[in-house]
């Protein structure tokens, strides 16, 4: 199985490949991530995925100007590893660079579905404690809640669970 990219296909399994590489691909229509010299690919969002974005976005926006709320945008979290979360919120960046580098990022949120929740609360949850990436939001639609971790030595605690629809205003 395939999944088209803009003038080219990818495999859906991962392909061996270098940063050089992956930063080369570009724009694509599907998500692609490079995890250790591998670049997995899946497919976009849902209209109720964007809808949840979008008010966490806003939410976490909110009377706040010395931030950067930004989706969809890679974050190298070391060599060879290069994530999309959903929403990044930084300091100061170089909104020139294609990527933003993990040390500047102080939260990431990623939002859960059927097909991501396995490695959102796994891989990507360890990935992010390691790149040392402060707060980690993990929004989950099917059950109505968001949780907050944030970075201790030994990696994320859950500081707490709201309901989504308190913090997005969104009842779906």
Do not use: F
Not at 11 to 27: F, K, N, R
Not at 90 to 103: C, F, H, K, R, W
Request: with cysteine; charged share 15%; glycine share 8%.
């Amino acid at each position: 199985m395939t999944s088209a990219l803009i003038g080219r296909s990818l495999p859906m399994e991962a392909l061996p490949t270098t940063e050089v590489d992956y930063l080369q691909l570009g724009e694509t229509s599907a998500i692609s991530e490079l995890w250790d010299g591998n670049v997995l690919t899946c497919p976009r969002d849902t209209p109720r995925h964007q809808m949840i974005l979008n008010a966490l976005g806003n939410a976490l926006r909110a009377g706040r100007t010395d931030l950067n709320v930004i989706t969809g945008i890679p974050v190298r979290l070391g060599p060879g590893r290069i994530a999309v979360p959903d929403l990044i919120i930084t300091g100061a960046i170089d909104p020139d660079v294609p990527l933003v580098e993990a040390g500047s990022v102080r939260l990431v949120c990623e939002i859960t579905s059927a097909a991501s929740a396995t490695v959102d609360w796994t891989l990507k949850m360890h990935a992010y404690a390691q790149a040392r990436i402060p707060c980690y939001l993990v929004a989950e639609p099917e059950r109505g809640l968001l949780h907050s971790h944030m970075l201790t030595a030994q990696g994320y605690v859950e500081q707490s669970v709201m309901q989504l629809v308190r913090v997005t205003g969104l009842n779906l």
